[in-house]
């Protein structure tokens, strides 16, 4: 039994690292240069992602920090918080940089014997090679042929990210803050690093020391010593119409790629792993071939989920636009009264810790 994962990104070794625990051979093929991984991008992944990562494909413990608590604002009510998440003084959600996780997967891979990882090969006639072709990859030959039909949206906004270097705090919450030109958030990294991510909207490039004191304007207490990389990119969100063609399946962020401002994109292509590990387990189980019919069942099991999880943060990030444009406060004043009420506070809790799954 043989699978080849077309990309070599984070999903990639993360999905190589599942399959192999599973006993299954499996190739990536790769881009000829080396996979250069943005040291100021970090990554949130929810409580039972962690353990999911950690039970299995690798334990991430080391290199993680963990949130207690995620506090929402927004520029309307000044300071004052609009909603506020917590779980008894527990981990809600854990931060980790991209960097230091993708250096733990690909070494939990290199001496692997079911894993192999090569330089990207002409791809044509390799689909006959495979149980299963999963192609990661934009703008390969096969994604440009088989997965070229999508529901995109422009968000005109420019994501800029960087880390602040910052004096030692206790520094467990993240924070949220919907301010008129755009989303930020300030995610803790360490008890003296936090990562920042501000979503601003039209697409034209802001200056370095713009950036800096728009941060600054809402910056809730850190005591900056320095700023790390600023990176940049388009943001936009996209639905594949179709994951697969025959044995051939897209996979990640090929298929769904949501707006930043929840920390959700990973997180959802976690859990397509554990159910397309979970298929293909059963398969094995069950003395079945694993071919299309895998495929079938991971777009069966996610395309609906996935959807409807895309388009409730694209709700949320419509819903802060359009307040941001009204002249009252009806609209944050409900959204903080709603999410005062146990019930509610609860079910948007699990709903961000297991998306649409549980």
């Not at 891979?109 to 149980?131: D, R, T």
């Not at 910056?219 to 700023?227: A, D, L």
């Not at 397309?276 to 895998?294: A, C, R, T």
Request: one cysteine or more; a positive charge.
């Amino acid at each position: 039994m043989r699978i080849c994962l077309i990309g070599s990104g984070l999903t990639s070794l993360a999905l190589a690292k599942v399959l192999v625990n599973q006993n299954i051979h499996v190739d990536i093929l790769r881009d000829k240069k080396k996979q250069i991984i943005d040291q100021s991008r970090t990554i949130g992944i929810t409580k039972s992602n962690v353990e999911y990562f950690n039970n299995n494909i690798v334990n991430i413990d080391k290199i993680i920090w963990k949130l207690n608590k995620i506090e929402i604002f927004s520029d309307k009510l000044n300071k004052e918080i609009l909603l506020e998440f917590q779980n008894n003084n527990r981990e809600l959600f854990s931060m980790v940089r991209s960097f230091d996780l993708y250096n733990i997967l690909e070494r939990s891979l290199k001496k692997n014997k079911f894993f192999k990882i090569q330089n990207q090969i002409n791809l044509e006639n390799i689909q006959n090679k495979y149980n299963l072709l999963i192609n990661l990859n934009f703008t390969n030959s096969i994604a440009k042929k088989f997965f070229s039909k999508k529901i995109i949206k422009k968000y005109k906004s420019l994501a800029y990210t960087l880390i602040l270097e910052h004096e030692k705090i206790d520094n467990k919450v993240a924070r949220q803050i919907f301010t008129k030109i755009g989303p930020l958030a300030f995610l803790p990294i360490s008890d003296k690093e936090t990562s920042v991510v501000y979503s601003i909207k039209n697409t034209a490039k802001i200056k370095k020391e713009n950036l800096i004191n728009l941060i600054n304007l809402h910056n809730p207490k850190y005591k900056i010593k320095k700023i790390k990389k600023i990176s940049s990119f388009e943001l936009f969100s996209s639905s594949l119409r179709n994951y697969y063609h025959k044995n051939i399946l897209a996979f990640g962020e090929l298929i769904h790629k949501i707006h930043p401002l929840a920390g959700q994109g990973f997180n959802m292509t976690i859990r397509d792993i554990k159910i397309l590990s979970e298929i293909i387990q059963n398969k094995i189980d069950l003395g079945l071939p694993i071919d299309s019919s895998v495929n079938q069942e991971l777009q069966k099991n996610t395309k609906h989920r996935n959807f409807i999880f895309s388009n409730g943060v694209d709700f949320i990030y419509e819903f802060f636009n359009y307040d941001g444009k009204t002249n009252n406060n009806l609209l944050v004043n409900s959204l903080k009264y709603m999410g005062s009420k146990n019930s509610i506070n609860n079910l948007l809790k699990k709903l961000a810790d297991t998306g649409l799954n549980y």
